[in-house]
């Protein structure tokens, strides 16, 4: 079945650094990925998606490339700040799979040190 | 603003009780999902409706129970048959359209203790 296969945390960087989050996945077809964010306490939220092969998603300085050869969507920020502390989750979609479930890692948790 | 809603916000229950929750969205969202959330856990689904009138069960229904009479409305009872329901709760709903490249928003969420 699909899955998702996401680095384990936590990241601990200092602000201004790179970030790297790594995400894999299964599944056939051509799903579409998502990256979601969750602050302590809260829902998730989109932070940025991509529905094609070759695709790039991009938001708030955060960009993931969606490789289909490795199937890969690994998340990145050139420089990361204190507020950008959160749990990432990586996550896939298909829309042929029964009732359009998404499917998500087990979260990566980020703390960015001043 | 669109969005969903979901409440209380926090929740105690007692041994026993059977509790609900409540998921309200006015995204005109078609599709609505029930997650549960385990501290330092990514999210298993419960219950899953693509349309008034229909659900189904995901991966974890066992303990829960849910009704989807309105679009807007997608509640999620949890029974005392659920043995360790402690958890957070998070509702999410998109259009529902084929190919499945719609964005699945969230609630904020609904903490639930069993005392």
């Known amino acids: 079945g699909d899955s998702v296969t996401q680095m384990e945390g936590p990241v601990t960087l200092s602000e201004e650094a790179f970030l790297t989050i790594n995400c894999t996945y299964t599944a056939t077809g051509y799903p579409s990925l998502f990256w979601y964010v969750q602050y302590p306490g809260e829902g998730l939220q989109l932070l940025l998606k991509?529905?094609?092969?070759?695709d790039k998603g991009s938001n708030k300085g955060f960009e993931a490339t969606y490789r289909k050869e490795t199937t890969s969507f690994h998340l990145e920020k050139g420089s990361v700040q204190v507020s950008d502390s959160a749990v990432y989750f990586c996550?896939?979609?298909?829309?042929?799979?029964?009732?359009?479930?998404?499917?998500f890692g087990a979260g990566t948790r980020l703390f960015v040190k001043a | 603003d669109g969005g969903i809603t979901q409440s209380p916000k926090y929740l105690f229950r007692k041994e026993g009780q059977n509790v609900t929750l409540s998921c309200e969205q006015n995204l005109n969202h078609d599709a609505m999902y029930w997650y549960r959330q385990d501290p330092g856990q990514g999210l298993r689904l419960i219950y899953y409706?693509?349309?008034?009138?229909?659900?189904q069960k995901g991966d974890i229904a066992e303990g829960y129970s849910v009704s989807r009479e309105k679009k807007e409305s997608f509640p999620l009872t949890v029974t005392s048959a659920q043995k360790n329901p402690t958890a957070f709760y998070l509702c999410a709903s998109n259009t529902g359209l084929a190919g499945g490249t719609d964005t699945q928003y969230f609630g904020p969420g609904t903490r639930l203790t069993v005392l």
């Open positions: 409706s693509q349309i008034v009138n229909d659900f």
């Open positions: 991509a529905t094609k092969a070759d």
């Open positions: 996550a896939l979609r298909r829309g042929n799979t029964g009732g359009f479930k998404t499917i």
